[in-house]
């Protein structure tokens, strides 16, 4: 079965840290590109970074220096990871893993996740 599953959610204070954490099934993900998307209250969804099944990388210029983004294809198995440090309140949102071609992942991700959110407050 073809999916995606968060984790790693929570609420964390400013300047702390969060690593996300998707677990993508199925063998189709191994040469497709990942994606972490957002989406706050009241705003429009937010491409925050990408990672090409050669591990090339682009982050949002919000969260450039401060989240990396990773990957480990496994067989059967892409696990996709977004460290987060230095969070600040703006980061508030629910975080969404999301696969696809790496021509069309910044526009139409095919597959998405349930969605994690994450709360910087103090």
């Known amino acids: 079965q073809v999916q995606l599953v968060e984790s790693g959610g929570g609420l964390v204070q400013p300047g702390g840290s969060l690593r996300l954490s998707c677990a993508a099934s199925g063998s189709i993900f191994s040469i497709y590109a990942m994606a972490w998307y957002r989406q706050a209250p009241g705003k429009q969804r937010e491409l925050v970074a990408t990672i090409t099944p050669g591990g090339s990388t682009n982050y949002a210029d919000s969260v450039k220096g401060r989240f990396t983004i990773s990957r480990d294809n496994a067989k059967n198995t892409v696990t996709v990871l977004l460290q987060m440090n230095s969070l600040k309140p703006e980061d508030t949102a629910v975080y969404y893993c999301?696969?696809?071609?790496?021509?069309?992942?910044?526009?139409?991700?095919?597959?998405w996740g349930q969605g994690t959110q994450v709360t910087v407050s103090s």
């Open positions: 999301t696969a696809g071609p790496t021509t069309t992942i910044v526009t139409r991700p095919i597959y």
